[in-house]
């Protein structure tokens, strides 16, 4: 695979470096964390084809962005559902690491139907409650972008290997960053 690969992946890095650390300054830590590890599986991609190490990184990409991509997408439906911070962010944290952990370990197959799942649910909850934002219909439209990217684009027999994996990986990066600016808060301007 050609170096080019890496630049589709340096944009989900660049997207989730932004939002995550808005996010995390504005409270939202749970939503940084999911931004973190998209960013992670991201980076070790630009790793892989920027450094010439398709062959020697190809499990490492390959497991990162099916088990961070899992615990991210988690973290955002969860972020969806349930509204808050703090302790509460910190035990849905360790549940979603649980159950990504688990389904990575021993059933790998649950991967695909448990990411699919939670942008299910991001969808349904940021549309029942929405996010305190001035933007707050950007995270269902990040919700469909990413669930069509991952069922239509993704490997996608009607398009070429290259097109696929840059038009997947930058629908990526606009949904993340649909899903980041959607869930900030309104800033609060005082008089």
């Known amino acids: ?3 080019h690969y890496a630049l589709s992946d340096a944009c989900i ?7 995550g650390n808005a ?11 999911a ?28 497991g990162a ?3 961070l ?9 969860s972020a969806c559902v349930f509204r808050g911070g703090g302790r509460g962010d910190l035990w849905r944290l360790a549940v979603i690491l649980c159950i990504s952990g688990a389904a990575y370990l021993v059933a790998g197959a649950l991967i695909g139907p448990l990411f699919l799942m939670a942008l299910v649910v ?12 001035r933007q707050p219909w950007l995270v269902p439209i990040g919700a469909v972008i990413m669930l069509a990217n991952a069922v239509l684009i993704r490997r996608a027999a009607w398009l070429d290997e290259a097109v696929s994996w840059h038009i997947y990986h930058v629908l990526i990066a606009i949904a993340l960053a649909a899903f980041a600016k959607g869930m900030l808060a309104t800033e609060r301007t005082v008089r």
């Open 65 to 67: 962005s099916q088990l």
């Open 69 to 77: 991509g899992l615990v991210g997408m988690l973290a955002v439906a």
């Open 23 to 33: 996010l995390r300054r504005s409270g939202q830590d749970l939503l940084a964390v």
């Open 122 to 133: 991001a969808a349904i909850a940021s549309i029942v409650r929405p996010a305190p934002s």
């Open 35 to 62: 931004m973190a590890c998209f960013g992670i599986a991201a980076a070790i991609g630009v790793v892989r084809f920027a450094g010439g190490l398709q062959d020697a990184l190809a499990n490492l990409h390959a």
């Open 13 to 19: 890095v660049l997207v989730t470096i932004f939002a």
């Open 1 to 3: 695979m050609p170096a």
